[in-house]
């Protein structure tokens, strides 16, 4: 059973509003401000550096990773991966959890989508075709 106290469900919203790039009726802190006084953030950022894994900690983030990524991996016939949303909190998924799959990101962004898996971008703006792999298996 998740854990819902009132500073679990804090955090989550704190992540949730910095994630969706929302306010919350107050100024912003600045990077820097963030940096030193911002143990989590700091900690985030220097992992994104250095490359390493940058988890979402947040409870969908755990359902997804820890059950239902492990239930499609079990799958016996999962060979091909298409992960719909990308960000810098999904980064790391095709190292932690696909690395044996032909991993394929696809988001409107170029720039969210996965530098290391095969990616394409929606250009429903401009009108290009979207080319995906022939059968993906999840």
Not at 55 to 61: A, C, G, H, M
Not at 64 to 85: C, K, M, N
Not at 87 to 98: G, I, N
Not at 119 to 129: E, L, V
């Amino acid at each position: 059973m998740p854990d819902t106290n009132s500073s679990t469900r804090s955090r989550e919203m704190e992540i949730y509003r910095g994630t969706a790039k929302l306010s919350d009726g107050e100024k912003p802190l600045s990077p820097i401000v963030r940096l030193c006084t911002d143990w989590g953030y700091a900690t985030r950022v220097v992992r994104y550096a250095m490359g390493l894994p940058v988890p979402l900690d947040t409870e969908d983030r755990r359902v997804l990773e820890h059950d239902i990524f492990a239930y499609f991996l079990a799958l016996p016939r999962t060979f091909r991966v298409l992960f719909i949303g990308c960000d810098w909190y999904t980064k790391h998924y095709q190292r932690a959890f696909f690395s044996d799959r032909d991993y394929w990101t696809l988001d409107v962004s170029r720039r969210l989508a996965s530098s290391e898996a095969r990616s394409t971008s929606s250009m429903a703006r401009s009108g290009s075709r979207v080319i995906l792999p022939r059968a993906v298996s999840i």
